[in-house]
């Protein structure tokens, strides 16, 4: 009896391991498909957003042809990304570059940046920029953990027999880009 306590009980904690393990795992897996679903659905917040706000210049600055299209297309490119984090951070490093054209532009319209709707509009992209970016630290804070745990012995090994892999974080390569764009909310009267 007492050679079965001695074998079955260490059999009986490796398998809890082996559960909590398989479960932790499963765990992290799902936080970080649920956090990517927070950040595609920022992203689509801010892709619904431009249009109105290209509206709001074109109304203004109507020989600025080049930088709508510009806007316009990288709303496209990020919009139809479906691939890698990476992928994803490129088509939005090239939409947050033609945002910052766009605001250039309004720079050069006083009665622009004195307009209520455009104001509102830049107030909600940049409350967007700002869940983006939570949503950003949310998501590779889990895919840290996630790699944690498939890179770390011994649970790489459960990981391993079980198809767990390596997440890819969501990072922003150009440290300019990182910055939320600059909007000036004041009534464009005014010098500095």
């Known amino acids: 009896m007492e050679p079965l306590l001695f074998i079955g009980i260490p059999l009986l904690l490796l398998l809890i391991w082996l559960i909590g393990t398989w479960n932790g795992l499963v765990r992290l897996r799902n936080h970080c498909n649920e956090s990517w679903s927070g950040i595609d659905t920022e992203l689509k917040r801010r892709y619904d957003l431009i249009p109105n706000l290209v509206a709001a210049v074109k109304g203004y600055a109507?020989?600025?042809?080049?930088?709508?299209?510009?806007?316009?297309?990288?709303?496209?490119?990020?919009?139809?990304?479906?691939?890698?984090?990476?992928?994803?951070?490129?088509?939005?490093?090239?939409?947050?570059?033609?945002?910052?054209?766009?605001?250039?532009?309004?720079?050069?319209?006083?009665?622009?940046?004195?307009?209520?709707?455009?104001?509102?509009?830049?107030?909600?992209?940049?409350?967007?920029?700002?869940?983006?970016?939570?949503?950003?630290?949310?998501?590779?804070?889990?895919v840290r953990d996630m790699n944690n745990r498939v890179?770390?012995?011994?649970?790489?090994?459960?990981?391993?027999?079980?198809?767990?892999?390596?997440?890819?974080?969501?990072?922003?390569?150009?440290?300019g880009v990182r910055e939320v764009p600059k909007i000036d909310l004041g009534s464009g009267g005014t010098g500095s």
Do not use: W
């Open 62 to 142: 109507k020989h600025e042809r080049e930088t709508f299209e510009a806007v316009v297309e990288a709303r496209t490119r990020a919009k139809a990304a479906t691939g890698t984090p990476s992928q994803q951070a490129d088509a939005e490093n090239g939409l947050v570059r033609a945002l910052r054209g766009l605001f250039i532009v309004s720079e050069s319209y006083p009665d622009l940046k004195a307009s209520t709707n455009f104001l509102a509009l830049q107030r909600q992209l940049s409350n967007t920029e700002d869940r983006i970016q939570s949503s950003r630290r949310f998501y590779n804070a889990n």
């Open 151 to 175: 890179e770390a012995f011994p649970s790489n090994i459960i990981a391993n027999m079980g198809g767990f892999s390596r997440r890819e974080f969501f990072e922003v390569e150009d440290a």
